[in-house]
């Protein structure tokens, strides 16, 4: 069974940010979808889709891509051990607050999701008619695609 976890600028249970897409598929399995996209400073972005398991997966690097990011609906996914798409808004906001997290930002989305933002955490969390819908979490990547930890 898949460890769904979510661990502020670490990972998704056992897989890490940094991780090398042969290790993701692993424990993952092959994704049902893989979309590649290029940006203007050749930063290759590659998006694995796992709708089975409420998850997509971003990998990152100039060359060779390495998870970066995370994308979660699903409804079994936990935060600090707690079943986090069962909590409030508020409930949310506190269990970061209670983890050490406190830099918050809140904005509507033109799609009209709300998003809370941990920014020292580098969490979204989205949430519709006051019910969490997704979080979305991850590491910056440097250009020489490692891990940028002084953010």
Do not use: H
Not at 121 to 129: P, Q, S
């Amino acid at each position: 069974m898949l460890n769904l976890e979510m661990k502020p600028k670490e990972g998704l249970g056992d897989i890490l940010f940094g991780e090398i897409p042969e290790n993701l598929t692993k424990i993952m399995g092959e994704p049902e979808t893989a979309e590649e996209i290029r940006t203007d400073d050749d930063l290759k972005t590659t998006i694995l889709t796992f709708p089975n398991e409420g998850i997509t997966v971003f990998l990152e690097g100039l060359v060779e891509p390495i998870v970066s990011n995370f994308d979660c609906d699903n409804e079994d996914a936990t935060l600090f051990g707690v079943k986090v798409f069962e909590k409030t808004e508020a409930e949310i906001k506190q269990l970061m607050i209670d983890n050490g997290y406190s830099v918050f930002e809140e904005d509507e989305e033109e799609w009209g999701e709300r998003r809370l933002s941990c920014e020292d955490a580098l969490m979204d969390f989205y949430f519709l008619d006051e019910k969490l819908q997704a979080v979305n979490f991850g590491v910056y990547i440097k250009d020489d695609g490692t891990i940028d930890k002084e953010i």
